[in-house]
């Protein structure tokens, strides 16, 4: 029977268990959270719950937390008309509302010059490559990091932030943006005023009370050093590939990363025609992002840190999580290797 490996936790995590069974807990709750019968309080009490789970997690208040969608919601609703600035390796939540003016350097960091009308992730979802958040800066995209590395929203000096559920093993369509306390926040839709006035709309229960124990479960997981194995599994694997192709480039891999994310360009070997070759071997990976339904394209990501379109179109991302194992990497590296022989015995 052939086993599959999943080595794409950028696009989504695996659902936690924790995740799971609060959600199952909760099902039956038939209040909604804005009624004050016993049974609305009882939802209200879920998601209570579950904003001073990510307020622990991520340092930040209670009262800064408002409950999304998702994050592509969580940063419409801090960009939504307002003029910001951004650079082109931002996640296409963020670049799609800003003016991506801001300039990348070679290493893949951000220049910044007016911080409180700019925004820059913490993380790349592509390269891995974290930033330096400055104090003052408009937002921060926080999908990629959080429970990742050790992170906290008040010693950031961010502004506001936004997170997703899934990247970190919750449900899907779930987010949040937290903003630092005394920031404005416009409700987009108007409504019902839900989320202390800023986010009109009834929450999902469910999915939020997922969310909190998926925070609780992955913070858990970092504190006890879960992601430094993650990260040396992900090294195991450069290690393999680079001793088998001396000629593939590790984009990032010589500043500071997140501890599972490899971005590896054989140039000349499409990124898609891998993807799909090691799919078929039984590993699921991706050619980049995973921000455009079923779609496999050019990285401006790659382009923007100075790489040629051939290098950009060849290059995979794997990224590891932590129920990824030593003997699943260790495949991995055959696999790769059998198919790198075979592309360039074709090419010669």
Not at 256 to 282: K, Y
Request: with cysteine; glycine share 10%.
């Amino acid at each position: 029977m052939n086993t599959r490996a999943y080595f794409d936790w950028n696009a989504t995590a695996p659902l936690k268990a924790e995740a799971r069974t609060a959600m199952i807990s909760v099902m039956s709750n038939l209040g909604n959270p804005s009624s004050i019968h016993t049974e609305g309080r009882a939802a209200k009490a879920i998601i209570d719950t579950a904003r001073m789970q990510l307020a622990e997690a991520f340092g930040a208040s209670n009262s800064d937390i408002i409950f999304t969608s998702g994050a592509t919601e969580a940063a419409t609703l801090a960009l939504n008309s307002k003029n910001i600035k951004c650079s082109k390796v931002e996640h296409p939540c963020i670049s799609s509302h800003c003016e991506n003016s801001l300039a990348v350097d070679a290493n893949g960091k951000i220049l910044i010059s007016d911080l409180d009308i700019s925004s820059i992730q913490s993380a790349n979802s592509e390269t891995g490559i974290l930033q330096d958040i400055p104090a003052g800066i408009y937002l921060s995209d926080f999908v990629q990091s959080f429970c990742k590395i050790s992170i906290a929203f008040e010693w950031t000096g961010a502004m506001r932030g936004i997170l997703s559920a899934h990247k970190i093993g919750g449900p899907k369509g779930v987010g949040a943006l937290v903003v630092r306390s005394g920031t404005e926040v416009s409700d987009m839709f108007g409504g019902g005023g839900q989320e202390m006035g800023r986010r009109s709309g009834t929450e999902n229960v469910i999915g939020i009370a997922g969310f909190g124990a998926a925070v609780s479960a992955a913070n858990r997981d970092l504190e006890n050093g879960v992601w430094e194995e993650v990260s040396n599994l992900r090294d195991l694997l450069e290690e393999g590939i680079e001793a088998s192709a001396s000629d593939t480039i590790f984009i990032g891999r010589d500043v500071d990363r997140l501890p599972n994310t490899s971005c590896i360009s054989i140039p000349g070997w499409s990124g898609e025609t891998a993807v799909m070759q090691l799919d078929l071997a039984g590993f699921a990976i991706s050619s980049g992002s995973a921000c455009s339904s079923g779609s496999v394209s050019r990285s401006e990501v790659l382009n923007s840190l100075g790489y040629d379109d051939v290098t950009a179109g060849s290059a995979i991302r794997v990224s590891l999580g932590p129920y990824n194992t030593e003997e699943e990497v260790l495949n991995f590296v055959d696999v790769w290797s059998n198919l790198y022989k075979k592309f360039k015995a074709k090419a010669a």
